[in-house]
């Protein structure tokens, strides 16, 4: 008897993960979060750790209506969106860098760069609904 009552929140969990796929499609606001950031100067050893530590933030708001992304001190306009069955892409600028982003639309995992002349920042992280 116990173990239906464990099965049955588990089924329900798996039967509605199709459905949740449908999230990361660029229909739904999202809210990402970096857990992972890399900072790589030309002509030095990459350099790994939090985020905060290189001064991401925490959290990043995606909105594929107003094609933005904000943070808590600054709001990016997402200037190419690109959309096929397994990514989405997004590009912008800000702050003297180019930033791309590429978001699984199975999973809402995230990866996320941004260059310019002097180096490279790369965040990983995860994205959910908002």
């Not at 660029?26 to 100067?41: F, T």
Request: glycine content about 10%; overall charge neutral.
């Amino acid at each position: 008897m116990k173990l239906h009552a464990l099965l049955l929140p588990a089924l329900s969990i798996l039967l509605a993960l199709p459905a949740a796929a449908a999230d990361f499609d660029g229909s739904k606001p999202l809210i990402c979060a970096p857990v992972i950031a890399i900072d790589c100067l030309r002509g030095e050893s990459c350099l790994s750790g939090l985020p905060e530590e290189f001064g991401a933030p925490a959290f990043m708001r995606i909105d594929f209506g107003k094609k933005t992304v904000a943070g808590p001190k600054t709001t990016t306009n997402i200037l190419l969106l690109n959309k096929d069955k397994d990514q989405l892409l997004l590009q912008g600028r800000e702050g003297g860098f180019g930033w791309n982003m590429a978001l699984a639309t199975d999973s809402g995992e995230m990866t996320l760069t941004l260059t310019n002349r002097h180096g490279t920042y790369v965040l990983f992280g995860s994205c959910t609904l908002q």
